[in-house]
T-cell receptor, first 112, second 115 residues
Framework: QKEVEQNSGPLSVPEGAIASLNCTYSDRGSQSFFWYRQYSGKSPELIMFIYSNGDKEDGRFTAQLNKASQYVSLLIRDSQPSDSATYLCAVNRGSTLGRLYFGRGTQLTVWP | DGGITQSPKYLFRKEGQNVTLSCEQNLNHDAMYWYRQDPGQGLRLIYYSQIVNDFQKGDIAEGYSVSREKKESFPLTVTSAQKNPTAFYLC??????????????FGNGTRLTVT
């Protein structure tokens, strides 16, 4: 079982819709969870992180964490064509300072 | 402006040659990392360093070597022993705050092609 699993997609939504990206992880001791956005040919950039159960909102983005279910998600409200990218879920298992385990990413396309 | 600089952006080498990828950061971060990304794959950890003069192997260290002589610098050498070196290489760093919540900051990457 992979450390971090994501729906590979591609996920396609119309402009203005809500895009929902999902991620599960295998290690119950995982401490914190990160969402990165990666445009084609570019390096990942941090969108947000979460470490407590529940929701965390930042602008159009909401991260949701359920440690009991070992599940973390990212909602993008009012999706824009500029949100079209690959979204990477990353997990800090707490065993090595700062080390993150990454999923393969979900490719999102927002069409006008 | 603080950040991570990787050079060069593109690198072409012949099979059998060693090549060194540069990574410099001015964020005053203690920890630095090298990841490799292949098409359709997630990021895989090659090496990481939490302090000067110390580094640990990641999940795919075979065929790679690193050094950490200065806090700001963490160069990666891709040796001829690496079977499939063509990939996108990403250098990252993280700060010394609450470690579990320290995100990784990435450089712009080096795309290595070996023929």
């Amino acid at each position: 079982q992979k450390e971090v699993e994501q729906n590979s997609g591609p996920l396609s939504v119309p402009e203005g819709a809500i895009a929902s990206l999902n991620c599960t992880y295998s290690d119950r001791g995982s401490q914190s969870f990160f969402w990165y956005r990666q445009y084609s040919g570019k390096s990942p950039e941090l969108i947000m992180f979460i470490y407590s159960n529940g929701d965390k909102e930042d602008g159009r983005f909401t991260a949701q964490l359920n440690k009991a279910s070992q599940y973390v998600s990212l909602l993008i409200r009012d999706s824009q064509p500029s949100d079209s990218a690959t979204y990477l879920c990353a997990v800090n298992r707490g065993s090595t300072l700062g080390r993150l385990y990454f999923g393969r990413g979900t490719q999102l396309t927002v069409w006008p | 402006d603080g950040g991570i600089t990787q050079s060069p952006k593109y690198l072409f080498r012949k099979e059998g040659q060693n090549v060194t990828l540069s990574c410099e950061q001015n964020l005053n971060h203690d920890a630095m990392y090298w990841y490799r990304q292949d098409p359709g794959q997630g990021l895989r950890l090659i090496y990481y360093s939490q302090i000067v003069n110390d580094f640990q192997k990641g999940d795919i260290a075979e065929g790679y070597s690193v050094s950490r002589e200065k806090k700001e610098s963490f160069p990666l050498t891709v040796t001829s022993a690496q079977k499939n070196p063509t990939a996108f290489y990403l250098c990252a760093s993280s700060g010394t705050g609450s470690s579990y919540n320290s995100p990784l900051h990435f450089g712009n990457g080096t795309r290595l092609t070996v023929t």
